[in-house]
């Protein structure tokens, strides 16, 4: 069986399993099965698959992820992300203050938790109805939470970045350190983005609120959880100290005794942390499992290896092959999720991506960037839902999208830098070495 013959079969057999309605996990499962069965028969099959799947519930560095967001659940269920939004709000004493802090608080968050979903849900579900009851015009309060969200993605720690590394077999300690940069850039367009808003559309911000300034306890409650929790990842991952997966163990210990502490949590919030980590590894785990079976078989008829080399025989420049994969990411986002999109594609981009001669740790940034366009363009943008939602349906999904648009721009400015400029990506992790 020739290697197209296998790409082109497993493409459509996904799209047809998608196009029914089966979950990501079971169409890629389904897609590798027919392949699975030719290459090695119905028993000695069973057998490869139960050993593979066994594979990557018991791989040491995996066990980072379910940490990480069991982190992400029990800041989202105590006060430490809505103390920190209330001090960003407090504490910026300039007009649009709500939403310069509601991007410092994302960004803030984005520092101790891995998920866009989880940053927008937790600081948008205290920041929306607060911006609406100080006047904040509603378009620019859902772009604003919806697109800070992204933010988690790419200031580390970051679970795409996590999943990139373990694909591609990066260093994720090198791919955190090197989103630092280019998400405190994003960071600074965000803010911009604000006050250009307010210079073109003064009514759509009210002026700076003359609330009592933030005591010196707010700021402790506020930032002290976050800066600690911050500092015991990056710490212990870039100083050697300790592995992603032990950094994230500690993270989360550490992340419980705050929540009990200083965050309110209560015992009901934790065991409903509990069983959300556990609903969401259960979907992670069926789709990196799937995936597992889907890159064998892409791998074992040399399907990467193969379209590399049809891609490079048409000698075409580097930037071209790498605007060609953006663009395709970028139409891909419209209807994929950025997880799956990870682990049903990157077996066969990276490859691509190091042949045509780039450096595969700044191509983490990039690919990043492109995910989290992914989650705030429509007709699968998470981020857009989940703001929608929050508002109880008094922002249409039309006004999420349209108050998105000026931080997509941003995003795509910022791909523009980090091509045109490597060293945004790749200066700290070097200087770090």
């Known amino acids: 069986m020739e290697w197209y ?3 082109l079969g497993l493409l459509g057999l996904l799209v047809l399993f998608i196009g029914i309605g089966l979950p990501i996990p079971f169409a890629l499962a389904l897609a590798s ?10 028993s000695t099959a069973l057998v490869s698959t139960q050993l593979k799947l066994w594979g990557v519930w018991i791989d040491y560095i995996l066990l980072a992820v379910p940490l990480f967001v069991f982190l ?20 910026v004493r300039v007009r649009g203050s709500a939403a310069y802090g509601s991007i410092a608080a994302c960004a803030g968050f984005g520092a101790v938790c891995g998920s866009s979903m989880v940053g927008s849900l937790t600081i948008g579900g205290v920041a929306l109805p607060q ?10 309060s859902s772009g604003v939470l919806a697109a800070g969200g992204t933010l988690s993605v790419l200031i580390p720690p970051s679970l795409i970045l996590l999943f990139y590394g373990i694909v591609t077999d990066q260093s994720i300690g090198d791919l955190f350190i090197a989103g630092v940069i280019p998400g405190l850039v994003l960071v600074s367009l965000f803010a911009l983005v604000v006050y250009i808003w307010g210079r073109m559309y003064p009514s759509h911000i009210p002026n700076a609120e003359e609330s009592p300034r933030a005591s010196v306890r707010d700021l402790l409650l506020a930032v002290g959880p976050i800066f600690i929790i911050g500092l015991v990842i990056t710490v212990s991952i870039y100083t050697g100290i300790a592995t992603p997966t032990e950094a994230a163990a500690v993270a989360a210990l550490v992340t419980t005794v705050l929540a009990f502490w200083v965050g309110g949590l209560s015992f009901k919030g934790f065991n409903e942390s509990l069983l959300a980590t556990m609903r969401t590894m259960g979907y992670l785990g ?7 079976l889907f890159g064998f078989v892409l791998t074992y ?6 379209f590399t080399e049809l891609f490079m025989s048409y ?11 953006i663009a395709f990411y970028v139409i891909l986002g419209m209807f994929l999720e950025p997880v799956s999109m990870t682990f049903i594609t990157l077996p066969t981009i990276y490859p691509l991506m190091h042949a045509a001669g780039f450096d595969l740790i700044w191509f983490g940034i990039v690919f990043t ?18 703001i929608q939602g929050i508002s109880r349906g008094k922002i249409p999904i039309s006004d999420v999208i349209i108050g998105c648009l000026p931080f997509l721009a941003c995003m795509v400015v910022l791909i523009a830098l980090v091509i045109a400029l490597p060293d945004v990506a790749l200066w700290l992790p070097s200087v770090m070495k």
């Not at 911006?131 to 620019?140: A, I, T």
């Open 369 to 386: 960037i492109t995910m989290e366009i992914a989650v705030l363009t429509p007709p699968v943008g998470l981020n857009l839902y989940v």
């Open 72 to 91: 992400g659940e029990l800041i989202g269920r105590s006060n430490i992300g809505p103390n920190l939004y209330q001090f960003m709000h407090k504490g």
């Open 33 to 42: 099965l027919p392949f699975l069965l030719h290459i090695q028969g119905w």
């Open 5 to 7: 013959h296998v790409g």
């Open 131 to 140: 911006m609406m009851k100080l006047g904040y015009n509603p378009r620019l």
């Open 301 to 306: 008829y040399r399907v990467p290896q193969q």
């Open 286 to 292: 069926l789709l990196l499992s799937a995936g597992v």
């Open 315 to 325: 000698e075409l420049s580097p930037y071209a092959v790498l605007a060609i994969v």
